[in-house]
């Protein structure tokens, strides 16, 4: 059974940087059928918000409010397709709990908090 591993999360200052890494292992099908790794966010009292996407292809997609300083990427080895989020120039609009996602299937939230 395929699980999402998140690591990455932390506390950092405004202007900061965090990589969070989103394993999926035993995923066998990343390069067969279309597929998408997700980033998503839930800042306290609000709902989840998209953050970025990436697909098999490697084709990116980020929201307006995080585009020019966060980079998704992945990879795909021995059965392990990682995604990674690359937050650079982080603002305390940037805290909350980060998700990922393997098409429908969602992993655990990792903590981002981004004082000023």
């Known amino acids: 059974q395929v699980q999402l591993v998140l690591s990455g999360g932390g506390s950092v200052q405004a202007g900061g940087s965090l990589r969070l890494s989103c394993a999926a292992s035993g995923y066998t099908l990343w390069r067969t059928d279309k597929n998408y790794m997700y980033w998503y966010r839930r800042a306290p009292g609000k709902d989840h918000e998209f953050v970025s996407s990436?697909?098999?292809?490697?084709?990116?997609?980020?929201a307006d409010s995080v585009k020019g300083r966060f980079t998704i990427s992945q990879d795909n080895a021995n059965n392990t397709v990682t995604a990674y989020l690359q937050m650079n120039s982080l603002q305390p609009e940037d805290t909350g709990m980060y998700y990922c996602k393997l098409n429908a299937l969602w992993g655990q939230g990792t903590q981002v908090a981004v004082s000023s």
């Open positions: 990436i697909d098999n292809s490697g084709n990116t997609d980020y």
